[in-house]
């Protein structure tokens, strides 16, 4: 009979269970790379781009500041007038992600109505009047306050003041000189209404006038919180110009005395 050649297995020690040849360092090396990047490749790539997109929001949403201008109305109470001027805008300062941030437009943001007490004193702007979109924080109002000042209305008629500038040529001057109207009711705080002794016309120039002249001219403006209640914008002013009338000087004369008949 033909003899079996012997296996190529080794014994372990102490009659263990026998052992394999060990394979090369590539092979296992190939087989890993395979397990890892090739089986179930699909799943891998999603899950790898679920955590970028994770790691990219969690790094994005930093929290940024930004300055936004907003408009401010106010109403004032019931027998009163403004005699000082609150901000018609104020600065915010907001605070929130950078996503939120990026989207957010001031035009967005709702105007400021506030409702003025009945008080005089310095006015506070408090965090609670300014409506933001959510997810964003308020840090801070520029101006924080103002003065606030409170007057009773009042209401007085005053004179037209013809406002005259320049130089007329040599030799004119003005001899007579109106306007029509001559007197406008003004309207306003109490203390700016009684200081107002006059509304002013705008600059007439004077400048090469040699005859008289008419003219339309506009109102100034009164001075701060007083307005000029009269549907009156223009006046008509006539100012008459003529020659100036000098008296000559004599030069020097001889007189003779001669004496009278006896």
Same mark, same amino acid.
């Given at each position: 009979?033909?003899?079996?050649?012997?296996?190529?297995?080794?014994?372990?020690?102490?009659?263990?269970?026998?052992?394999?040849?060990?394979?090369?360092?590539?092979?296992?090396?190939?087989?890993?790379?395979?397990?890892?990047?090739?089986?179930?490749?699909?799943?891998?790539?999603?899950?790898?781009?679920?955590? &970028?997109?994770?790691?990219?929001?969690?790094?994005?949403?930093?929290?940024?500041?930004?300055?936004?201008?907003?408009?401010?109305?106010?109403?004032?109470?019931?027998?009163?007038?403004?005699?000082?001027?609150?901000?018609?805008?104020?600065?915010?300062?907001?605070?929130?992600?950078?996503?939120?941030?990026?989207?957010?437009?001031?035009?967005?943001?709702?105007?400021?109505?506030?409702?003025?007490?009945?008080?005089?004193?310095?006015?506070?702007?408090?965090?609670?009047?300014?409506?933001?979109?959510?997810?964003?924080?308020?840090?801070?109002?520029?101006?924080?306050?103002?003065? &606030?000042?409170?007057?009773?209305?009042?209401?007085?008629?005053?004179?037209?003041?013809?406002?005259?500038?320049?130089?007329?040529?040599?030799?004119?001057?003005?001899?007579?000189?109106?306007?029509?109207?001559?007197?406008?009711?003004?309207?306003?705080?109490?203390?700016?209404?009684?200081?107002?002794?006059?509304?002013?016309?705008?600059?007439?120039?004077?400048?090469?006038?040699?005859?008289?002249?008419?003219?339309?001219?506009?109102?100034?403006?009164?001075?701060?919180?007083?307005?000029?209640?009269?549907?009156?914008?223009?006046?008509?002013?006539?100012?008459?110009?003529?020659?100036?009338?000098?008296?000559?000087? &004599?030069?020097?004369?001889?007189?003779?005395?001669?004496?009278?008949?006896?």
């Amino acid at each position: 009979m033909n003899q079996r050649e012997p296996s190529q297995t080794t014994e372990t020690p102490g009659g263990g269970r026998p052992q394999s040849k060990s394979r090369p360092f590539s092979v296992v090396a190939r087989e890993a790379f395979r397990v890892a990047f090739v089986e179930n490749a699909t799943l891998k790539l999603v899950a790898f781009m679920l955590a &970028l997109t994770v790691f990219f929001l969690v790094h994005s949403d930093k929290r940024a500041v930004v300055n936004l201008s907003v408009g401010v109305s106010y109403s004032v109470p019931a027998g009163k007038v403004l005699a000082s001027r609150p901000p018609d805008e104020v600065r915010l300062t907001v605070r929130g992600s950078r996503r939120l941030i990026k989207r957010v437009d001031e035009r967005e943001i709702e105007r400021i109505h506030i409702d003025l007490p009945d008080t005089n004193g310095e006015f506070v702007f408090q965090n609670e009047m300014i409506r933001l979109p959510a997810g964003l924080e308020l840090v801070s109002i520029n101006p924080a306050s103002f003065p &606030l000042r409170l007057e009773p209305p009042a209401e007085r008629v005053v004179p037209i003041d013809m406002q005259l500038v320049g130089d007329l040529p040599p030799g004119y001057e003005i001899v007579g000189r109106s306007v029509e109207p001559d007197k406008v009711s003004i309207s306003g705080a109490e203390s700016s209404v009684r200081s107002t002794r006059s509304i002013r016309t705008r600059p007439v120039p004077l400048d090469g006038r040699v005859q008289t002249f008419v003219d339309e001219v506009p109102l100034s403006s009164p001075e701060a919180f007083v307005s000029i209640s009269d549907d009156v914008q223009t006046v008509r002013i006539r100012v008459q110009v003529g020659k100036k009338l000098g008296a000559k000087k &004599l030069g020097k004369q001889a007189v003779a005395v001669v004496a009278g008949p006896d």
